[in-house]
């Protein structure tokens, strides 16, 4: 699968991979704290953003796309950075092609397995109707009963836009998410442990790494450390930006 992306900087290559629901624009504004080192790409996984709708949706596939992501940028070796579904994404990938991480930083998931929560947000998005898709103050009205979080509500509404026949659509394949949704919180399987430099990076105010998953992070990636950013929630990058990027470079100072 082609993988849309975008890329700025020169440099030791570093890729950016987002979360559920997301896209590649979530990295916009921290890329740019490290274009001016690194060549950076910022990619949309599958089913998401400006990337091919396929029915697969699990992290061998995911990890595939990215080996090939590799494979046509010519890139050997490089920094692999990713948020939730993309940190998992990340961890597989590191699992399969050790040699081609560098360094791997993952942004408040762990390797375990974990109960899918966004449910009422899949349902407000599937029950969407034509009707409700003829302004984006419909749809925003539409979903609020499902998604009452207005920030939560504009994140997932920045996936719709206006086609060529001027209606708005999804850029999500909602509907192969929905089939796959439990692959998104399966645990990722690792017959040997990646060793290289790993860097978990921790929301103060985010369940997402508990205290008991600490030993497995150590056992799957015995080169690790775990940082913790306080005051921010899961979207660290979005709720603290300048600490994530001063955890996120010093990590980076000697690589």
């Known amino acids: 699968m082609k993988l849309y992306h975008k890329e700025s900087g020169e440099g030791k290559p570093f890729v950016f991979l987002h979360g559920l629901f997301g896209s590649s624009i979530n990295w916009n504004s921290i890329s ?93 998005m599937l029950e969407l109707t034509a009707e409700q898709l003829l302004s984006r103050a419909s749809a925003d009205e539409a979903i609020c009963k499902y998604i009452p979080d207005l920030g939560v509500r504009q994140f997932i509404l920045q996936n719709l836009y206006w086609n060529e026949q001027k209606k708005l659509q999804w850029r999500l394949n909602i509907k192969a998410i929905g089939e796959n949704v439990m692959n998104v919180g399966s645990e990722i399987d690792m017959n040997v442990p990646f060793k290289g430099p790993s860097l978990f990076v921790k929301g103060g105010n985010s369940d997402y790494i508990q205290a008991e998953d600490h030993a497995i992070i150590e056992e799957k990636f015995p080169n690790s450390t775990i940082e913790t950013i306080a005051g921010a929630g899961h979207w660290i990058h979005s709720d603290k930006p300048l600490d994530f990027v001063r955890v996120v470079s010093k990590f980076l100072k000697d690589e």
């Open 32 to 124: 740019q704290y490290f274009n001016k080192d690194y060549k950076v790409f910022l990619i949309d996984q599958r089913n998401h953003g400006r990337s091919p709708h396929d029915s697969g949706h699990d992290y061998d596939l995911m990890s595939e796309d990215l080996n090939g992501f590799f494979i046509d940028h010519d890139i050997d070796r490089a920094v692999v950075l990713g948020h939730s579904m993309g940190g998992k994404t990340a961890m597989r990938f590191a699992a399969k092609y050790p040699g081609k991480v560098s360094r791997l930083i993952v942004v408040d998931i762990s390797p375990g397995a974990y109960t899918f929560k966004d449910e009422n947000v899949l349902k407000g």
